[in-house]
């Protein structure tokens, strides 16, 4: 059974999710961590619970997702994984966040490490999560469903009753519609969704209601 760990971190309320199992093992999804005591919360949880994390997946670069990024490198050793179209917003953080926010703030994303692939499950412990590609926000923006446990994991792709901003560099409105009405058409009822922003939600809740979904 999967443990799932919410820590709402930095200025702009991202969550950054710690999933752990009966082994220990752990994979962090999307560490926006900026301040201090954000990353020590982060770390006590990790240590207070003896796992051992191994792997820093995000569903996508913008730089409120990987504030914490040198944080998890220095501490737990691992690179923050995205996919392979995300690189140049990774490279390339603070820029994104001056084109975005007017200003930008210097800070230790930490290297890059190896691409994910949806022909590649991410494994830890005795579960597995499926990469779903879901372009649109960003332009290799994913989400993470672990089947045997009804969730998914998906970033700031979709939220409840709405969906992720297109108008950054990257982003596109009717491909992340495509998107997500090929994501939830192949997802069955049930599954509890964690979003990059926000409370969870359901996807039958949001195939039946979620006003962008509905054209």
Not at 36 to 60: M, S
Request: aromatic residues 10%.
């Amino acid at each position: 059974m999967l443990s799932i760990k919410t820590f709402t971190v930095n200025p702009l309320g991202e969550n950054c999710y710690i999933v752990s199992d009966e082994t220990h093992e752990a994979v962090i999804i999307d560490c926006g961590a900026m301040y201090d005591e954000e990353r020590e919360a982060i770390a006590n949880h990790i240590g207070q619970n003896n796992l051992k994390p191994v792997a820093h997946l995000l569903t996508h670069a913008h730089f409120d997702h990987i504030f914490g990024g040198g944080f998890i490198y220095e501490h737990y050793g691992l690179a923050a994984r995205c996919h392979a179209n995300e690189l140049p917003l990774f490279q390339h953080a603070e820029e994104q966040m001056r084109d975005i926010l007017g200003h930008a703030l210097h800070f230790e994303k930490g290297p890059v490490g190896e691409a994910i692939s949806e022909d590649c499950p991410i494994t830890f412990g005795s579960h597995s999560f499926t990469v779903l590609p879901c372009p649109g926000h960003t332009a290799g923006g994913v989400c993470y469903y672990c089947a045997d446990e009804h969730v998914l994991f998906s970033g700031d792709n979709l939220f409840q009753m709405s969906i992720g901003r297109t108008d950054f560099p990257g982003g596109d409105h009717w491909t992340l519609i495509r998107s997500l009405r090929h994501l939830l058409r192949d997802l069955p009822d049930g599954i509890t969704i964690y979003p990059g922003h926000g409370g969870t939600t359901e996807s039958s809740f949001e195939r039946a209601h979620n006003p962008f979904l509905q054209l």
